[in-house]
């Protein structure tokens, strides 16, 4: 993405120097808060969108509480602190709003749905991503974590997966069944 200053035509003859000068002297600094669950927040059964097949679509319904957004908010002015701080030419902040949007790029990570856990009684599957209900099935995904942990999710989810793979193989290729007991 191109970033010129405020003020500059989003495209023509201005933009095009601008977007040449502006080039290797800028940069974006961006700040992450954790997101808890809410009752509010869900994955269900759109009763209106359904698929080639005629089976209902997985809906999201998602935005952000206030708590998220005053933390955002907090957030994001230290960091216009930081930044004007380094002098420079302009300081453009772009705080969380809501209602949450897919449509602009945002690095939210929106995370949940099939939650690993101790027991089947508030989780869906094991610490391997094992399902309680289904044996032999085993979930890898960001949907295993209970909530946003507030930085890029990719790491510890590579660690998870490696982890199922690994018991998977070394165990439930060896005796299939349940890996943790209830």
């Not at 933009?15 to 269900?44: E, T």
């Not at 002015?77 to 002098?87: C, L, P, S, V």
């Not at 510890?156 to 943790?180: D, E, H, N, W």
């Amino acid at each position: 993405m191109t970033r010129v200053p405020d003020g500059v035509p989003k495209w023509g003859l201005e933009w095009k120097k601008a977007a040449a000068k502006y080039f290797l002297r800028n940069f974006s600094i961006s700040v992450h808060g954790s997101s808890y669950p809410q009752r509010a927040n869900c994955l269900d059964l759109d009763p209106t969108y359904k698929d080639q097949f005629g089976r209902p679509m997985l809906r999201l319904t998602f935005d952000f509480p206030d708590n998220d957004i005053k933390m955002a908010k907090y957030c994001t002015d230290r960091a216009t602190e930081i930044a004007k701080a380094m002098g420079p030419s302009s300081v453009t902040p772009k705080p969380t709003r809501t209602p949450y949007s897919i449509v602009p790029y945002q690095t939210t990570h929106n995370v949940g749905g099939t939650m690993m856990g101790d027991n089947p009684s508030d989780s869906v599957v094991n610490r391997y991503g094992q399902s309680w209900d289904v044996p032999n099935l085993f979930v890898t995904g960001a949907g295993l974590y209970p909530q946003n942990p507030g930085y890029n999710p990719t790491g510890t989810l590579a660690a998870l997966c490696y982890m199922s793979a690994a018991a998977i193989k070394s165990q439930y290729a060896r005796a299939p069944g349940a890996l943790v007991q209830a």
